[in-house]
């Protein structure tokens, strides 16, 4: 027992933090089904131009409740305020679990904004590419329990974003879609956006997915595993937070090194080939030919809506 405790010490100081996504903490465990209902209720708001992000410090959960017009298309300011808002919540000892969600309706997030990809200087684009990589690894990495609560379409960087939490809750809604629909734009999903699918729904469903960049219906993707749960759209808020006490009953260091055993390798092979990728990136979007069909595409997607 007291090797037990001394080990349980050592994880929580961080002394094995090379078993960690990020250096482990180990927070106060609270666990939302046991909170007393009279418990002295404390939010706190964190208001940013492109995201609310709400920590209820009783629980230990945040939403960041993502909030950027017309689509919540991931610009470069998007991403950077994204990145730190969820660096703010990893590092604030109140918070052991965080929901992402939108609030703007039937849209979760149209993925990156193509405009930030199209016609722009090869220092912006690295800019940008290296923003896209930094949201994927807060959020692929995180110590906290992550959930997205997908309340409209969430096609390719939305559904990365999505795939990179612990689990999935889509509103169903026959209308919503998901999925890394690259390939239609004719660009490649790059090869963590393949690990972080491959991690979630298996190399030969990814493997068809990504070649055909298939957007997957609601219940499609519950079937092959891109969400774990379908619940009724103004129930998705209730339910993600009803999965997320089932998560927080678990202890923090047990279930955080678990999930670094899982995901180490998927995060280290960016983290040591991180400026070759940009420096790719940068290469493949700067040619004519991939130019010209971000721009039918854009264009397309104008039509669509005239
Ligand atoms: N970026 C920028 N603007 C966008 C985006 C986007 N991703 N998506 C939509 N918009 C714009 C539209 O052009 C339109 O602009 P405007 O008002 O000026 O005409 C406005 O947002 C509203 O769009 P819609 O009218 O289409 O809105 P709807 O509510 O009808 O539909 C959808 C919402 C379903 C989200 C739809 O807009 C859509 O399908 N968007 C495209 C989504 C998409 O294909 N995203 C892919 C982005 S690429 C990516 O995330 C990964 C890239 C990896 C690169 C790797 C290279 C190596």
């Known amino acids: 027992m007291a090797a037990l405790l001394k080990g349980l010490r050592v994880l929580c100081s961080g002394h094995l933090s090379h078993y960690g996504i990020k250096s482990l903490q180990c927070k106060p465990t609270r666990i939302l089904s046991q909170l007393p ?11 940013n131009k492109n995201m609310t992000v709400e920590l209820d410090s009783n629980t230990g959960v945040a939403v960041i409740q993502m909030k950027n017009p017309p689509v919540n298309s991931l610009s470069l300011e998007f991403l950077t305020e994204f990145s730190i808002s969820m660096e703010k919540l990893e590092m604030d000892r109140e918070c052991r679990g965080v929901v992402i969600t939108s609030s703007i309706p039937r849209i979760f997030s149209a993925g990156l904004d193509i ?25 692929y990495g995180s110590n906290l329990v992550t959930i997205a609560a997908i309340n409209g379409a969430s096609p390719a960087g939305g559904c990365l974003l999505a795939m990179a939490c612990d689990y999935r809750i889509m509103a169903d809604n026959p209308k919503y879609t998901i999925g890394l629909n690259e390939t239609k734009l004719g660009i490649v999903a790059p090869f963590w956006f393949k690990d972080t699918m491959m991690s979630v729904i298996g190399r030969r469903a990814t493997e068809h997915s990504l070649q055909l960049g298939i957007m997957y219906s609601a219940s499609e993707a519950l079937r092959n595993g891109l969400v774990d749960q379908l619940i009724a759209q ?11 006490s089932e998560w927080l009953a678990i202890p923090d260091h047990a279930r955080q090194i678990t999930k670094s055993m899982m995901r180490k390798p998927t995060l280290d092979r960016l983290l040591t080939n991180r400026e070759s990728d940009i420096q790719n990136f940068v290469n493949f979007i700067s040619k004519d030919s991939i130019q010209k069909s971000l721009q039918l595409y854009l264009e397309m ?3 669509r809506k005239s």
């Open 301 to 303: 997607l104008r039509q």
């Open 234 to 244: 103004d129930k998705i808020m209730p339910t993600a937070l009803s999965v997320m």
């Open 37 to 47: 209902c009279n418990s002295s209720y404390q939010r706190r708001l964190f208001a």
């Open 115 to 139: 405009n930030e990809m199209y016609g722009k200087t090869p220092e912006h684009t690295g800019e940008f590419w290296r923003a896209v990589q930094e949201i994927w690894l807060n959020v």
